[in-house]
């Protein structure tokens, strides 16, 4: 693949991103409607969109397998393999595997939008990281130290 | 088993690395941390003629230069100072403190650069397990833990809600954390406590806080402001939503990284975020009774007077 098609899909997968960001943000709206159940299921479905999209730009299948209950931390296994940086996100899945749980499990709760707002937080946050890492993808293994632009340096 | 009463001796008496980041943007921390150490008795020493550790510039291009810089530092502090804890306050710091002693104990390679610089530069190597790396955040739990805090504070801190933010080089990668995660009174990678655990002892309420280790766009500071900003906004609106009056940090690449994509955020967004950003050891030197100058707190950029006199904390 020539440089120019790979900077146009990489260019591409960051305007889907992009387009993820602003659909959680819209999600903001949409707090007060009593819809819990289903904001949350699109929060987590939009978290597993945001992981595929990382995995895909790796050249890779993304899993359907799923990690103690949700596909989403099996996603992020599979984006981390072979890229430690990338655990950087792993409690942000987790936080966002335990908002859904929250939610979900008493959507009557007081607390409840409260908990939303930061679902949404939560989403919006690995939306984020990975947008980053895919804009700067040399970047990244422990803040600053970029692993693979050291390998291709020719330091003798 | 560790012996709660050893490790209360040993870490009452250590070596202080500050790291350059303590000398410049991050002084308020430097100064909190020596103005809490003299409250509580606790003897920290400077490293004599510390060096960079390496992070992150030098890590980038040469990992290896990086494992033997961060060696010299635990070198001189052995076997200049005779001391057997390093205490080190930034992340970064003890990030790569923790990775050279990692490097030193697993890698040949690691140890072979370490030896031979070492005796180019006419210094005694370091050779892995003689010191601990500890992070003050250790430092403060260890040798005086929460309820000689408790006693000392009396609950100066109450009212105050805290959402405590640790970043990500406190707790990863796992593996050279070996005393991390070893069950009750060890900290944890996954969920850290350390701080929360500090300023409850002192008083104050911890907001639970979904973002606590989350990133906060350090590395794309300047290739990439936009996400940064928008890394950092999403911290400070996550708090603000958790409930919190205050971010408590203990890294001062984060701290520093809220402090400015928040004057960011206003600018580029036009979204202002109103909450404060304290080093830990600020907030525990006003729970000890020590003054907002004699912390530093003047020399933050997120402005926390009004924070001090609403919550009484002077």
């Given amino acids: ?94 936080e966002l595997a335990y908002h859904y ?19 949404i937080m939560v989403a919006r946050h690995l939306c984020l990281f990975v947008s980053g890492k895919m804009r700067v993808a040399n970047l990244g293994q422990f803040c600053c130290a970029s692993k693979p632009l050291r390998e291709n340096m020719n330091l003798e | 088993m560790v012996d709660v009463t050893d490790k209360i001796m040993k870490y009452r008496d250590v070596a202080y690395y500050s790291g350059c980041a303590l000398e410049g943007s991050a002084n308020g921390y430097d100064v909190s941390t020596r103005a809490v150490a003299k409250s509580l008795g606790l003897r920290i020493k400077d490293v004599t003629d510390w060096n960079c550790c390496g992070a992150m510039e030098v890590k980038n291009i040469d990992p290896g230069l990086q494992t033997y810089l961060s060696s010299r530092v635990l070198s001189n502090a052995v076997n200049i100072d005779g ?66 805090l408790r006693e000392r504070t009396k609950g100066r801190l109450a009212g105050l809600k805290v959402a405590n933010y640790y970043g990500c080089m406190y707790v990863r990668p796992r593996h050279i954390f070996p005393e991390k995660d070893k069950g009750p009174g060890s900290e ?52 603000e939503a958790s409930g919190a009056d205050v971010i408590a940090t203990e890294c001062p690449t984060c701290h520093s990284g809220l402090e400015m994509h928040q004057v960011r955020a206003e600018k580029r967004f036009g979204k202002k975020t109103r ?25 933050n950029i997120s402005d926390s007077t009004d924070l001090i006199i609403d919550k009484r904390l002077t």
């Fill in chain 1, 1 to 94: 693949m020539s440089d120019v098609s790979a900077q146009a899909i990489k260019d591409q997968k960051i305007l889907h991103l992009d387009q993820i960001e602003a659909r959680i943000e819209a999600m903001e709206s949409c707090l007060s409607t009593g819809a819990s159940y289903q904001i949350a299921s699109d929060l987590l479905n939009l978290g597993e969109e945001v992981l595929e999209i990382w995995i895909a730009a790796r050249g890779q299948m993304p899993t359907s397998d799923s990690r103690e209950g949700f596909r989403l931390l099996a996603l992020h296994r599979q984006g981390s393999r072979s890229e430690p940086s990338f655990n950087a996100c792993r409690e942000t899945c987790r």
């Fill in chain 1, 101 to 119: 749980n929250l939610i979900t499990g008493e959507p009557e709760h007081r607390h409840t939008v409260g908990r939303l707002r930061l679902m």
């Fill in chain 2, 83 to 148: 001391a057997n804890v390093v205490m080190a306050p930034c992340n970064g710091c003890y990030h790569n403190l923790k990775k050279a002693e990692y490097d030193l104990s697993n890698d040949p390679k690691a140890k072979e650069t370490v030896n031979r610089l070492s005796e180019k530069a006419g210094h005694q190597a370091y050779h892995a397990g003689q010191a601990e790396t500890i992070h003050a955040l250790d430092w403060i739990k260890g040798a005086i833990g929460e309820e000689e």
């Fill in chain 2, 188 to 239: 944890s990678t996954s969920r850290p406590h350390f701080m929360d655990d500090l300023l409850a002892a002192a008083g104050a309420e911890n907001v639970d806080f979904p973002l606590k280790t989350a990133c906060c766009g350090g590395a794309h500071t300047l290739s990439d402001s936009d996400t940064s900003t928008k890394l950092v906004l999403n911290i400070l609106q996550a708090a």
């Fill in chain 2, 275 to 299: 909450i404060t950003m304290l080093y830990f050891t600020q907030l525990l030197g006003l729970a000890l009774g020590i003054g907002p100058r004699r912390l530093g707190i003047h020399t």
